[in-house]
């Protein structure tokens, strides 16, 4: 695919996710579109459907291969997209994102600010603590299991 190709792909991307448009954004996927592609500020279009909460989308997007740790660098979007979903209350996008791998206690800013857990908790998001704190102690009995 030609580089000028990518790129309007890629726009399009962007278009369809802020826009929340599951099915355009299946569509441009489907048609060769980067789900690991930036804007030319660092955001990612992961970061900005996690932020949205919207889980249908960000399924979409790390099923075609978007990375659920990579940090997003966008000025007032920069941060990782378990982040920025717990700091919304986004349980259901937390849920797509710990179903595909996101480190429930990798902290954002390089691993120098909060974790997930303390957006939540910060952000009053009862359910959403809950559910990074069920799937930090799945995660931790999984690299040391209990005899």
Known sequence: ???RQRKKLSRRLFQAVLAGDVRCVKAVLGNGASPGWRDGDGTTPLYLASVQGEAEVVRLLLAGGARPDEESGGAGAEGTPLCAVA???HTEAVRELLAHGADPE???DRG????PLEWAERGA???TAEVLRA????RATEVHPVP
Do not use: D, N, V, Y
């Open 135 to 138: 799937a930090k102690t799945h």
């Open 87 to 89: 700091c919304w209350g």
């Open 112 to 115: 120098t600010g909060w974790s």
């Open 106 to 108: 990798l902290r954002e």
């Open 125 to 127: 998001h009862s359910e």
């Open 1 to 3: 695919m030609k580089q």
